[in-house]
């Protein structure tokens, strides 16, 4: 009967004697079986066995038997006689053939015994990437098929613009490179994770789910968010393990402030950090409301004031992401401490036009972060001597965004939630009344806790003027799943959302979503195995620990994902809202069935939620689909994408035919329009009523989404208007989160959706011809500035925004 052994450092200079030796290459699986009988180790213990495999190393490192003797010193019992007598056989076939010619190579002895590596106590380098899962021959069938990007060449712009990462040779990657690395650094996660925890790893099935997502990732079926195109598996994940840039949202509650282990600048701090990741934050007021359980009648945190009695203490600012935080929890904890007045050094923050290495972009200076802490020093000398107020929480975070923005060139948004009641929360965008928000009021949506049953109307006609405030309803989010369903009390820590709504969070909780295509797909069977891909990777991505412990607690124990869907308004076009009914549903359940599995082979929680349907925006380009649940602006449009003026990408444009003019926000800056069908009987935004929008999100509330439904109802200001409060009085008990625009066709200049006529479209058509990206190999890619989702690009939400004020008289009062 053959034991578990531990292959002594003598047994091991044995074996690779054998190995070394051509000759002796038929001997090989006798000696290895010899070895079985005669190592003084049997029932070794796990430590054993690594303490037998180390002093085999030592003893002759150099061998390339080694690799397989690493293998067979895992075997641990009576049940793994069978793999012994395989990997003999292994073994003696490459000695045998290697017998003419020279000894094996450590690497080709690594290939013939892979299938022994999910056996206990593998590699002792268990970090290490697995071995390639994606073969050459897989990706060769690839290498001539034309992605199916979307739009007329606009989503193959989008992608050259946005994702194509710089090559270590300098030239940008191609669809199928992006794909690999997205797929083998999702595969590295896992591999990471199991290895580390000494959880078995079983290579073919990996090999077999890895070439699936690849397939139906390159075909579009399903695509990662557009922070997981441009982050995973490159050297941000690999090398600097910063996992947290690969999620999407995250919310913040101030009301931490008022704990006193943590800093008062904390949340501050947590936003900026994250937001210079790319992750779009949502944040509270509550830091400005008597502390929980408090019988003070203080509104909130109190603000000492710097002392200026004291030494100015000067900061030197490093030139990093942490260094510019950093710098402003010092600036922030100064004013609430009654500490030293700190004043900064800006001198090691690299120049204008300088590029942004790990993110992409260039830098735009120290200015950025000079005006920020202008403005919080601002802000807070107000509120010194008196507790901090709502207005002031707001400022800070508002400003914060705008810095980001401006000086790091990242894609990030913010949202506030306040409370139904307070006129000063109502009143923050009403220039009128805060005449000195205008410059940066502009970085966060704003939407208010809702209670059930309170009257709509006040709020209602605010919308109206301007499109905010928005809807939370915190006691649905907490309380149920999918709302088709009993509440189940789930969420009972829930204290916000992120910033389109689509999922319900914990303070310092952050969460990564994952978009699918139904339209893409030619049968529910298909969807439903796209689902295992897209669930795979979103689930993935929690296995990847934060630099932020308050968020790794509440992560270690949600695991929250959100698996979307994109293109729905054509896939109710293609099969009718029964049928799609019934996608739902399976689909829904098909996730839960994958949670079970994977969450017990990957030995963690299961998902508290799983399920969304989030706005989308360029990744939804790429795919040729309409955004979210929501309708297209018309089945025709002009589609305006912004440039960098000196990018590579603007000459294949120009000789394919496309217009291409200057921004007039910006000369540093190009527009080029698509022409765009979206789909022959696809009905425009303005032929669906407000009723339709509001029942949809209703419908995917209930079959589908667990977490939430994104979802901003457009609406005519004239016609219906009036009708909001009603409606929110009927659906208050079907949503979770709700938000509202007036409809405004061409508000503004240049705006990035407009619609044309079929004769237009074919105008713009008639002068095109197929263009051809080959010949651009060097792009400076430059990342999205805004949330990765149908709201526009920054400079864009401040035009709207502008255009909304200025259009009709904004209120002083209710």
Request: with cysteine; hydrophobic share 35%; net charge neutral.
């Amino acid at each position: 009967m053959l034991r578990a052994a531990v292959v002594s450092a003598t047994a091991a200079r044995t074996a690779c004697s054998i190995y070394s030796s051509t000759a002796a290459a038929a001997a090989a699986p006798t000696a290895l079986l010899e070895l079985t009988r005669a190592s003084p180790c049997l029932s070794a213990s796990p430590s054993r066995r690594a303490s037998g495999w180390t002093a085999a190393a030592r003893a002759s490192p150099s061998s390339a038997a080694l690799a397989s003797w690493h293998h067979y010193s895992s075997l641990r019992t009576v049940h793994d006689a069978q793999p012994v007598r395989r990997l003999a056989t292994q073994i003696a076939k490459i000695s045998a053939s290697a017998a003419a010619s020279s000894a094996p190579t450590a690497g080709a002895l690594h290939e013939s015994t892979a299938e022994f590596a999910g056996y206990p106590y593998a590699p002792s380098n268990r970090r290490e990437p697995p071995r390639t899962l994606l073969s050459k021959r897989f990706l060769e069938k690839f290498k001539d098929v034309k992605p199916p990007f979307g739009y007329n060449g606009l989503g193959e712009m989008v992608y050259r613009r946005t994702y194509s990462r710089k090559k270590p040779d300098g030239s940008n990657e191609t669809w199928a490179e992006t794909v690999q690395r997205v797929v083998e650094g999702t595969f590295n996660m896992q591999y990471r994770w199991c290895s580390n925890r000494r959880l078995p790893w079983r290579h073919g099935l990996a090999q077999k789910r890895a070439e699936d997502m690849y397939e139906r990732m390159f075909h579009m079926k399903f695509l990662p968010p557009g922070r997981g195109l441009w982050a995973m598996g490159s050297p941000l994940t690999e090398e600097r393990e910063l996992f947290a840039a690969l999620n999407n949202c995250a919310f913040v509650s101030t009301e931490c402030m008022h704990d006193p282990e943590l800093k008062r600048s904390k949340p501050f701090a947590f936003l900026m950090d994250m937001s210079m990741l790319g992750v779009g934050v949502g944040f509270d007021t509550k830091g400005a409301e008597p502390a929980p359980n408090s019988r003070k009648k203080a509104e909130g945190v109190f603000v000492k004031g710097v002392n200026l009695s004291k030494k100015v203490e000067t900061i030197q600012i490093a030139d990093s992401r942490e260094g510019w935080v950093e710098s402003v929890v010092a600036l922030i904890d100064s004013y609430f401490d009654g500490t030293n007045p700190v004043q900064f050094d800006y001198s090691k923050i690299r120049g204008p036009g300088q590029p942004i290495k790990g993110f992409g972009g260039h830098s735009s200076g120290p200015g950025a972060l000079q005006e920020l802490h202008i403005g919080l020093r601002d802000v807070l000398d107000r509120c010194s001597g008196q507790a901090i107020t709502l207005t002031a929480i707001v400022d800070m975070m508002n400003l914060i965004g705008k810095c980001v923005v401006s000086g790091n060139v990242r894609q990030t948004a913010e949202i506030a939630f306040g409370p139904a009641t307070s006129e000063e929360y109502l009143d923050l965008k009403n220039h009128a009344v805060n005449p000195q928000r205008a410059a940066f009021s502009w970085t966060s949506n704003n939407s208010i806790f809702a209670d059930l049953g309170m009257d709509y109307g006040p709020a209602c006609k605010r919308i109206v003027d301007n499109g905010e405030p928005g809807f939370a309803w915190l006691d649905n989010m907490r309380q149920f799943s999918r709302m088709l369903n009993l509440p189940d009390g789930k969420d009972h820590r829930a204290s916000g959302g992120n910033p389109c709504l689509e999922q319900t969070l914990e303070s310092f909780e952050l969460c990564c979503l994952v978009e699918t295509f139904p339209h893409n797909h030619s049968s529910l069977e298909d969807f439903l195995a796209t689902l295992d891909a897209a669930y795979l990777y979103a689930k993935t991505v929690t296995l990847g620990q934060t630099h932020w412990p308050e968020s790794n607690r509440v992560l270690l124990r949600n695991r929250r994902i959100g698996c979307s869907m994109s293109g729905i308004a054509l896939q109710l076009q293609k099969i009718g809202i029964h049928q799609f009914r019934d996608w739902c549903t399976k689909g829904y359940e098909r996730i839960q069935e994958l949670d079970r599995e994977f969450s017990d082979e990957f030995a963690i929680p299961r998902s508290i939620k799983t399920t969304s349907v989030k706005p989308s925006g360029t990744v939804s380009l790429l795919a040729g689909a309409t955004p979210g649940m929501h309708y297209p602006e018309s089945r025709y449009c002009r589609r305006r994408v912004r440039v960098s003026a000196q990018s590579d990408l603007l000459p294949p444009l120009i000789k394919a035919g496309y217009h291409v003019e200057p921004d007039v926000h910006s000369s540093k800056t190009m527009i080029v329009s698509f022409p765009v069908d979206v789909g022959e009987d696809l009905r425009a935004a303005s032929e669906v009523s407000m009723w339709e929008q509001l029942s949809l999100a209703s419908f995917l509330q209930r079959h589908w989404a667990d977490n939430q439904v994104s979802c901003t109802v457009t609406f005519d200001p004239q016609t219906e208007g009036g009708q909001l409060p009603f409606a929110l009085d009927y659906f208050q008990y079907q949503l979770k989160g709700i938000s509202f625009l007036p409809r405004r066709p061409n508000a503004y200049a240049q705006m990035p959706i407009e619609a044309i006529s079929r004769e237009e479209y074919e105008q713009m058509m008639a002068g095109l011809s197929p263009v051809d990206f080959s010949a651009v190999g060097n792009i400076d890619i430059t990342p999205d500035k805004f949330c990765d989702s149908s709201v526009c690009t920054i400079e864009e939400a401040r035009d709207a925004a502008s255009a909304l004020a200025t259009s009709t008289p904004t209120p002083t009062s209710v």
